[in-house]
């Protein structure tokens, strides 16, 4: 059973699911969630500590209720890949887009968004 909460989003927006929120570097192209988390432990990252990512990640606009969607990934390995986060558009490695867990968006259908 599905229980969801709505997307703050316009006319058309998706339902959230009650599953545990999973990790921004997993998600798929097009697919779309809110942040619940953003957590630097989560993650590897060449050079940077976790408090320094996370750091950064939140001066970047990933704070926790933000609208998510993976608009873009590299050709070889998927990696690095575009994030739309409210309005900006920011790239980054999947391995740090792990500091990120997202709830992800599933459709009036119940059917996962690809």
Do not use: C
């Amino acid at each position: 059973m599905i229980v969801s909460h709505s997307v703050p989003a316009g006319p058309g927006a998706e339902d959230l699911t009650d599953d545990a929120p999973l990790p921004l570097g997993g998600a798929r192209l097009g697919q779309i969630g809110v942040i619940d988390q953003v957590s630097g432990r989560l993650a590897m990252s060449d050079g940077l500590d976790s408090e320094e990512l996370e750091r950064r990640l939140l001066e970047l606009g990933f704070v926790e209720g933000a609208k998510v969607q993976l608009i873009h990934q590299g050709l070889f390995g998927g990696d690095p890949i575009a994030i739309r986060v409210d309005d900006m558009r920011v790239a980054l490695r999947r391995r740090e887009a792990n500091a990120v867990l997202v709830r992800f968006a599933v459709s009036h259908a119940g059917v996962a968004r690809p």
